[in-house]
């Protein structure tokens, strides 16, 4: 599986984004997920994830009730919305698949393929 992050860009705080992890191979579609942030001089910090189905999504309370993550299975796309943006939201967004038929995790390490990232900045 091959991921590209795409949709990155400036905004104005209380903005929004649309952000997209397009996939290559068949496999995308049983697997969970995720989205991973990082910011300059700071960890990867988790964001959200859905899980293969689509039928369950989960977030970070950092951005919890602002980003929304959906999935199209059929055009192996998976989207982050993300909505009233903050100052603290910029960092490099990265998605990331994992094993099949797997439900999702706020762990890195459960994502086995990563896509290359896009930055996003929102100035106050």
């Known amino acids: 599986v091959q991921l590209q992050a795409s949709g990155g860009g400036l905004v104005q705080a209380g903005g929004s984004l649309r952000l997209s992890c397009a996939a290559s191979g068949r496999t995308f579609n049983s697997a969970a997920v995720g989205w991973f942030r990082q910011a300059p001089e700071k960890e990867r910090e988790f964001v959200g994830y859905i899980s293969w189905s689509g039928k369950t999504t989960y977030y970070a309370d950092s951005v919890s009730g602002r980003f929304t993550i959906s999935r199209d299975n059929a055009k192996n796309t998976v989207v982050l919305q993300m909505n009233s943006l903050k100052v603290e939201d910029t960092a490099v967004y990265y998605c990331?698949?994992?094993?099949?038929?797997?439900?999702?995790?706020?762990?890195?390490?459960?994502?086995?393929?990563w896509g290359q990232g896009t930055q996003v900045t929102v100035s106050s």
């Open positions: 990331a698949a994992s094993k099949g038929y797997y439900s999702g995790s706020a762990s890195p390490s459960q994502y086995i393929y």
